[in-house]
């Protein structure tokens, strides 16, 4: 079973992630990502792009992903550090 802790390691592979924290019970998950690679993207793009990082997995091991997708100056923006 696939667990939050590895969802996150297989998006820090591909994504330079400024914050990345991954939740669930191994059926469903939620995930916050922030990232530059971000800058300039819809929502769709930001999604195209996570779904890409987790490839073949999206289809095999993880079944429901909901996620949050910010640019580093969005969540600044909401209240958070930039560091």
Known sequence: MVTP?????YLREKLDCHHLSVAGDGAHF???IV???FNGKSRVARHQIVYGALGE?????????SMQT??????QAAG????
Request: charged share 20%; aromatic share 4%.
């Open 35 to 37: 990232c530059a690679a």
């Open 70 to 75: 910010l640019t580093p100056d969005e969540w």
């Open 30 to 32: 939620q995930a916050l």
């Open 5 to 9: 802790a590895a969802i996150e390691g």
């Open 80 to 83: 958070h550090s930039n560091h």
């Open 57 to 65: 997995r999206m289809k095999q091991e993880i079944h429901a992903l």
